[in-house]
């Protein structure tokens, strides 16, 4: 029997990887350790999560001290002082009107949060017939049955497709090649495919949709990155057919694209916005959702004695968890990290477009520090050149990521120029060789 056995890994080639297993055993600031012993420069941040780097002394230090004095209290009407002075820090950095701060443990968690908070103050509002629900084709808010139902990735819907959530549509995804190949950062043409929701409202009829939720850029299906006003027009459908709009952004947050909150980057405020990963720069699990005071005063109309909203997790707001994000909000201050990523986005976007001229490059789209590179699929085996080039990369010391054949880039927000030649390089001699 294989050791390997019993864990079945997450959207992982179990067989694959348990024949020739990657292990990484120890991780510090921009380096992983592999079990023998080589080091691996992270190009991926963990997982979008990571953007300080690993191992962050001062976050570390936050979870060793926390863990000690108070390992873990209940949620449900008991509270512990550090998760709500971080609801408090996280509010703060949120756009004006953000009063409030739900907690869960993870993107997916927080997505299903979102959704159930948009029907609740419909029904508090006395407009119950708002439940129907809108995602976009090719985005991803999780794995849950809320996010899964929402969120538009073909493969994730298939197989559970009799279980998704009933009442719900996407409108159309932003992505067209020949309209917007090789943009650097947002597309000048597209901003009309945000009209797609007024056919939704027709169809539909507005008054009986609770949410539209996006991803200001999508991150999952390869880096699509909103064309030129195209946010702004949703939000404007929004308004105008009292739909809330929740932006996901469990990747865009915490400097991602060089700002705490992509909506504030793009300059249009949803009223509730999905968080997790870079909130505890990956150290602990933890998700967020942000809502705006009006939603939050809608739900607090019912008899103070009872429970405003019958929703939460055992683990909502974890004092580890709590420890290790005040901490990371911390770092970013004090290191001025969202600075420091805007300021890097220049450079990580020449040195992504200078492998136009690679073979099998189809497409390279970036925002922030966002990027992905989109290869031509090998004939009757879509993804395999993608899963090659990952491989390659590793065997030669950098960690990148393939969804399917688009290569993903998330860089450290504090990366080196150094840093990003070799992860380009690396990429490069790896295209070179993939048939
Ligand atoms: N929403 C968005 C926008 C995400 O990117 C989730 C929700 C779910 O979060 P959790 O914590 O439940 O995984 C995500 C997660 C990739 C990749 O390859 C992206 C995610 C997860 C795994 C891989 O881009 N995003
Ligand atoms: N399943 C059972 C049997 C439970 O008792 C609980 C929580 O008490 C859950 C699921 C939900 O777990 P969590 O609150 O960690 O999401």
């Given at each position: 029997?294989?050791?390997l056995?019993?864990?079945?890994?997450?959207?992982?080639?179990?067989?694959?990887?348990?024949?020739?297993?990657r292990?990484?055993?120890?991780?510090?600031?921009?380096?992983?350790?592999?079990?023998?012993?080589?080091?691996?420069?992270?190009?991926?941040?963990?997982?979008?999560?990571?953007?300080?780097?690993?191992?962050?002394?001062?976050?570390?230090a936050?979870?060793?001290?926390?863990?000690?004095?108070?390992?873990?209290?209940?949620?449900?009407?008991?509270?512990?002082?550090?998760?709500?002075?971080?609801?408090?820090?996280?509010?703060a950095?949120?756009p004006?009107?953000?009063?409030?701060?739900?907690?869960?443990?993870?993107?997916?968690?927080?997505?299903?949060?979102?959704?159930?908070?948009a029907?609740?103050?419909?029904?508090?509002?006395?407009?119950?017939?708002?439940t129907?629900?809108?995602?976009r084709?090719?985005?991803?808010?999780?794995?849950?049955?809320?996010?899964?139902?929402?969120?538009?990735i073909p493969?994730?819907?298939?197989?559970?497709?009799?279980?998704?959530?009933?009442?719900v549509?996407?409108?159309r995804?932003?992505?067209?090649?020949?309209?917007?190949?090789?943009s650097r950062?947002?597309?000048?043409?597209?901003?009309?495919?945000a009209d797609?929701?007024?056919?939704?409202?027709?169809?539909?009829?507005?008054?009986?949709?609770?949410a539209?939720?996006?991803?200001p850029?999508a991150?999952?299906?390869?880096?699509?990155?909103?064309p030129?006003?195209?946010?702004?027009?949703?939000?404007?459908?929004c308004?105008?057919?009292?739909?809330?709009?929740?932006?996901?952004?469990?990747?865009?947050?915490?400097?991602?694209?060089?700002?705490?909150?992509a909506?504030?980057?793009?300059?249009v405020?949803?009223?509730?916005?999905?968080?997790?990963?870079?909130?505890?720069?990956?150290?602990m699990p933890?998700?967020a959702?942000?809502?705006?005071?009006?939603?939050y005063?809608?739900?607090?109309?019912?008899?103070?004695?009872?429970?405003?909203?019958?929703?939460g997790?055992?683990?909502?707001?974890?004092?580890?968890?709590?420890a290790a994000?005040?901490?990371?909000l911390?770092?970013?201050?004090?290191?001025?990290?969202?600075?420091?990523?805007?300021?890097?986005?220049?450079?990580?976007?020449?040195?992504?477009?200078?492998?136009?001229?690679?073979p099998?490059?189809?497409?390279?789209?970036?925002f922030?520090?966002?990027?992905?590179?989109?290869?031509?699929?090998?004939?009757?085996?879509?993804?395999?050149?993608?899963?090659?080039?990952f491989?390659?990369?590793?065997?030669?010391?950098?960690?990148?990521?393939?969804?399917?054949?688009?290569?993903?880039?998330?860089?450290?927000l504090?990366?080196?120029p150094?840093?990003?030649?070799?992860?380009?390089?690396?990429?490069?001699?790896a295209?070179?060789?993939?048939?």
């Amino acid at each position: 029997m294989n050791p390997l056995d019993a864990y079945w890994m997450p959207f992982t080639m179990n067989r694959a990887f348990k024949a020739a297993p990657r292990m990484i055993s120890r991780a510090r600031g921009h380096y992983y350790t592999t079990d023998d012993g080589r080091e691996l420069l992270d190009g991926f941040s963990g997982l979008w999560t990571s953007g300080l780097g690993h191992c962050h002394p001062k976050i570390v230090a936050a979870v060793q001290g926390q863990v000690a004095e108070l390992d873990y209290a209940m949620s449900f009407q008991v509270g512990h002082p550090k998760v709500f002075e971080l609801a408090n820090r996280l509010t703060a950095m949120a756009p004006a009107g953000f009063t409030q701060c739900f907690f869960t443990n993870s993107g997916s968690e927080a997505a299903d949060t979102a959704l159930k908070i948009a029907l609740a103050y419909h029904r508090a509002c006395g407009e119950g017939q708002r439940t129907r629900l809108i995602g976009r084709e090719r985005g991803y808010h999780g794995v849950n049955f809320g996010g899964m139902s929402v969120g538009g990735i073909p493969a994730n819907r298939k197989v559970f497709s009799a279980a998704l959530l009933p009442g719900v549509d996407h409108i159309r995804h932003t992505h067209s090649l020949p309209d917007m190949a090789f943009s650097r950062g947002q597309p000048s043409w597209g901003a009309h495919l945000a009209d797609d929701l007024e056919r939704l409202c027709a169809l539909h009829d507005g008054s009986n949709i609770a949410a539209l939720i996006v991803e200001p850029v999508a991150g999952s299906t390869g880096i699509l990155v909103p064309p030129i006003g195209y946010l702004q027009r949703l939000r404007e459908l929004c308004d105008r057919h009292g739909i809330l709009l929740i932006f996901d952004e469990v990747i865009t947050a915490f400097g991602r694209v060089g700002a705490p909150f992509a909506a504030e980057r793009f300059g249009v405020t949803p009223d509730i916005i999905t968080t997790a990963k870079g909130i505890t720069n990956g150290v602990m699990p933890m998700g967020a959702v942000l809502v705006r005071d009006a939603i939050y005063q809608a739900l607090m109309q019912r008899p103070a004695h009872t429970v405003e909203l019958f929703h939460g997790y055992t683990y909502s707001g974890h004092p580890l968890a709590a420890a290790a994000a005040l901490s990371t909000l911390e770092v970013y201050a004090e290191e001025h990290t969202f600075a420091t990523a805007r300021a890097l986005e220049p450079a990580f976007e020449e040195a992504l477009h200078a492998l136009r001229d690679a073979p099998h490059v189809v497409d390279i789209r970036n925002f922030g520090l966002m990027g992905g590179v989109e290869l031509a699929p090998r004939a009757g085996a879509p993804g395999a050149r993608g899963y090659e080039v990952f491989l390659k990369c590793f065997e030669a010391g950098v960690v990148i990521r393939n969804g399917g054949d688009v290569l993903q880039f998330s860089p450290f927000l504090n990366a080196t120029p150094d840093e990003l030649a070799q992860i380009f390089t690396t990429v490069r001699q790896a295209l070179a060789t993939t048939a």
